[in-house]
């Protein structure tokens, strides 16, 4: 993430997501996600594919902001989308069951709000996560930055963009693109008058270099899949969703 630090535990419902060798104990920070309740986090299918990583265990950190010395682990079962796959991407999410409740009661863990919208009302967005900064070091902090939703034109043709299914947004005056070990982290809103003071539009899937002058990300869309994400996230009580 190429963007600037916010004051730590601004985002409580930044999940980090990190992986270690099966057998192993060091774990390595791998992509970002989103908290919807005490038990599931939103992230990208591509982070936690079996296919890709048969030999590698998931687990989520909240409460984190310096990733070497805050947060809380939790071991985790993932759900892929079931029409993803590498060829086809567009349904590019995956829930995170924790296998622990986490305590939403504190100031440092806290859910967000899944949008039905399709845009948000200016088409700027607040993007954030652990990923490499400037393509050379990843980041142990959390890291934040502002982007906006543009033409899917812009959006290079190796992003596989599907207007339906995606947002493509790009950094605003040049500033806080995202960068590899981004993915999967939330695109959103923030309502300082609202009961829901985050508001997530979609999950980072891909971009080009972070190094580009212009660099242009995508986002799969939460509200086209939120049927699937509400099934196994709410399946028996009130959605949380944040209605228009």
Request: glycine share 8%; aromatic share 10%; hydrophobic share 35%.
């Amino acid at each position: 993430m190429n963007g600037s630090q916010p004051t730590p535990h601004a985002f409580p419902f930044m999940a980090l997501i990190q992986n270690r060798l099966l057998n192993q104990s060091q774990y390595e920070s791998h992509c970002g996600g989103t908290l919807l309740n005490s038990m599931f986090v939103l992230t990208a299918a591509h982070c936690v594919d079996k296919i890709k990583f048969p030999d590698r265990e998931f687990s989520v950190l909240l409460g984190a902001h310096d990733s070497n010395n805050s947060g809380t682990r939790f071991n985790v079962t993932e759900f892929v989308h079931p029409n993803f796959t590498t060829d086809d991407p567009y349904a590019d999410l995956a829930l995170l069951k924790l296998h622990n409740e986490a305590d939403i009661t504190t100031k440092f863990i806290k859910p967000a709000c899944l949008s039905t919208s399709t845009s948000s009302t200016t088409g700027e967005y607040t993007v954030g996560g652990w990923g490499y900064h400037n393509n050379q070091n990843r980041s142990n902090v959390l890291l934040i930055g502002t982007v906006v939703k543009t033409d899917s034109k812009n959006c290079p043709d190796d992003l596989t963009f599907n207007m339906d299914k995606q947002i493509c947004a790009g950094p605003k005056n040049d500033l806080g693109d995202v960068c590899n070990g981004d993915s999967g982290g939330p695109l959103f809103t923030i309502h300082n008058d609202n009961d829901c003071l985050f508001e997530v539009f979609g999950v980072l899937s891909g971009g080009a270099l972070c190094t580009l002058r212009y660099s242009f990300s995508s986002h799969t869309l939460v509200s086209f899949y939120r049927e699937w994400i509400e099934s196994i996230v709410w399946p028996d009580e009130t959605q949380y969703i944040l209605e228009d």
